[in-house]
């Protein structure tokens, strides 16, 4: 559905409940932030944007999976040629955002428990799916972390509230620490970001107020 000029809202019905996507509701409170969208410029510059972004992500968590052993077999995303017209750089980019998440896995020898796990909360009506939920090594002693990926060159106060969100999801919510993975997609540098998950709970409740927005509009029939 198309929730005022520029938002599609992602729901999902499940036991009989309608659940709205933590991605979807902060768009809304992006707005109110008064936040740049993730993908910026005309529409082609956009397009090429989301890709780029998608591509990072399949790239490295594909990887990830198939190196535990939870993927048969591990492709590279192929080149989208009807929206990318960059072919070389296509795959450099591809390149460097594995090469920066094969180190950052090391380093902090991470072992997945749920990848784009798909999750849900009774209790603030979002549903999820986290990029990464894992054990790793930080101050020297094993920790569940929930992760979110951004391949972008700057983090914004939204990112840190979205993370949040997600730890609240059910199957998450034990997570001992939220990081951010910030990686340059165009030189591979990357660097994570500490986020306290046992703050900004005001924050979770204006994503769920959203939620709630976008519920009921879909059950009006917008």
Avoid at 16 to 33: E, I, N, P, S
Avoid at 101 to 108: K, P, R, S, T
Avoid at 199 to 216: I, Q
Wanted: charged content about 25%.
């Amino acid at each position: 559905m198309l929730f005022g000029d520029n938002i599609r809202a992602r729901c999902v019905e499940k036991d009989g409940r309608l659940y709205v996507g933590v991605t979807t509701a902060m768009q809304l409170v992006k707005q109110l932030l008064g936040e740049e969208p993730d993908s910026y410029g005309p529409a082609a510059l956009s397009k090429i944007h989301c890709a780029e972004g998608s591509g990072c992500h399949a790239v490295c968590l594909d990887w990830l999976a198939h190196a535990h052993g939870l993927l048969p077999e591990f492709v590279p995303p192929a080149w989208p040629s009807d929206v990318h017209p960059d072919e070389a750089r296509w795959h450099n980019v591809m390149a460097n955002a594995l090469t920066g998440f094969q180190a950052f896995c090391e380093e902090y020898a991470v072992v997945p428990i749920g990848i784009e796990q798909e999750a849900f909360s009774a209790a603030y009506g979002l549903v999820g799916h986290v990029d990464l939920y894992c054990e790793l090594t930080w101050m020297k002693k094993r920790r569940r972390a929930v992760i979110d990926l951004k391949f972008c060159a700057s983090l914004m106060e939204s990112h840190k509230i979205q993370l949040r969100c997600y730890s609240k999801l059910d199957g998450i919510k034990d997570a001992q620490i939220g990081l951010l993975y910030q990686s340059n997609r165009n030189i591979g540098d990357w660097k994570l970001k500490q986020v306290d998950l046992t703050t900004g709970l005001d924050d979770v409740a204006a994503v769920a107020n959203a939620a709630r927005l976008f519920s009921w509009a879909e059950q009006k029939g917008r």
